[in-house]
């Protein structure tokens, strides 16, 4: 420890010398200049990891009880996509529990952990690759709990670096990308949820609130639609959001009506998305992350497939939506919310369309 100490200050006092506009940080986690305090569980200074949900069983609740400067670990596994299985887990051991599968899950307690935090907030899968599909659901719904927190409460919080991109074999991980390059679900949130500009939900003493944040270095002027949406599909109130964001700000554009507070937030959930010349912004929210409590209704999809596009319409609200096929290629878009009657078209980035074609999968929640 005495050897370790005197390294990082030697290391310090040469980069101090050779350039004084770096600072020198020594590890992570880290409470400060040469601070190795208690940085897994102290948010209130340098960065932190916090991996109580995944580690010690906690809820996804947990992530909103920490209020991190910068959060450099944090993570959730889930199990390789049904395309991915296939090309390591022969058919007669698609399950996973079986011996091919497990051999592909390295930590101990891995598919306990995802199982059983099934049964706190979804309503169980019925097959294999519904598992599959739920598992990776969960994984990006914890992730997302966390970073829409942290997003929230900048500029507290200023950055965040879950764990883990990518695998370098095909395995059951905390990844958000697979082995092969596909996207798993998780990585489409975070395409959206680390977003410069981005509208996110807050709960904070009881009152909801809509956040508008731009990270960016030029002031945005965001055109959105908020709407209340019962489980068959009617937009039961709709609140138009226009706004210009400053340059790296976070402002509060909506807050929920007190008039709402008799409203039984189960009834429905709250959608926002923004069209403009930026990237659509889209999030939604639920009144619980036990979303095996809410009344959805199972939606029927309508798959149409012109070249590499694809155009999806529900007759009722669906969540989730991810759609997956067994050639090489990613979607532009995934593992979102299909609004009942809206047709949305997504673009196939590959080049065999003849074979994502034959093999295209469409999942959602209530599938």
Known sequence: TVNYDRLNRMIEQVIGQQDDSRRFWPSSPCNGELDFGDAWHDDSKGDMHFWDVWHSGKSFAAYLDVNPRFCSEFGFQSWPSFAEVKQFVPEQDWNVTSATFEQHQKNPRGNSIITEMFTRYYRFPTGFEQMLYLSQVQQAMAIKTACDHWRA????????????????????????????????????????????????????????????????????????????????????????????????????????????????????FFYVESHGAQTRISNTWFSTHELKTLPMEKANIEVSIVDRQITLVADKPAFFVHLECDTAGRFDDSSFTLLANQPLTITFLGEDLAAMADSLRIYHLMH
């Not at 695998?167 to 990585?187: A, I, M, T």
């Not at 019962?230 to 009506?257: C, R, Y």
Request: glycine letters at 6%; one cysteine or more; charged letters at 20%.
């Open 153 to 268: 409460i900048s500029p507290v919080c200023r950055g965040m670096l879950y764990w883990q991109l990518n695998d370098n074999w095909p395995v059951s991980s905390w990844s958000s990308l697979e082995y092969s390059g596909r996207w798993k679900q998780l990585h489409h949130h975070t395409k959206r949820f680390f977003a410069p500009q981005y509208l996110v939900f807050s709960e904070h003493k009881g009152k909801l609130s809509l956040h508008l944040l731009n990270d960016g270095k030029q002031s945005v002027t965001v055109n959105a639609q908020l709407q209340w949406v019962d489980w068959q599909g009617n937009v039961k109130q709709q609140w138009p959001i226009e706004h210009t964001a400053s340059p790296d700000s976070n402002t509060v554009v909506w807050q929920l009506d007190d008039e709402f507070k008799a409203l039984d937030l189960k009834s429905g």
